[in-house]
């Protein structure tokens, strides 16, 4: 069975710092792309960032929003996908969730959550200005 376990949110305020965390279990995790997304109240849900988890390489991919302030990274050892947020804004408030895919859907499927079979349970990011 797929699990995915999302923690690390919290409150910070504007351009802190915060670490999410997403323990996965129940797969082959060098061989899945791992997304992460978030929802703010009213809005829809949209992709953050996501990580190719290739058994030899990882390839990651950003938001334009995010670029240069977010970070994604994979620690094969121990089934983890690490999001270092930095430089965070009042509009980066959100419930972050991710989510896993096997294999390594095209670049433009890679922003839809309808690609993603299994998700966690979300963390909460508040930002305060």
């Known amino acids: 069975e797929v699990q995915l376990q999302a923690c690390g949110g919290g409150l910070v305020q504007a351009g802190g710092s915060l670490r999410l965390s997403c323990k996965a279990s129940?797969?082959?995790?060098?061989?899945?792309?791992i997304g992460w997304f978030r929802q703010a109240p009213g809005k829809e849900r949209e992709g953050v960032s996501c990580i190719a988890n290739a058994p030899d390489t990882d390839t990651t991919y950003y938001a334009e929003s995010v670029k240069g302030r977010f970070t994604i990274s994979s620690d094969k050892a121990k089934n983890t996908v690490y999001l270092q947020m930095n430089g965070l804004k009042p509009e980066d408030t959100a419930i972050y969730y991710c989510a896993a895919v096997p294999g390594f859907p095209i670049t433009s499927q890679l922003w839809s959550s309808e690609t993603y079979a299994d998700w966690g349970q979300g963390t909460q990011v508040t930002v305060s200005s």
């Open positions: 129940g797969f082959r995790f060098g061989d899945y792309t």
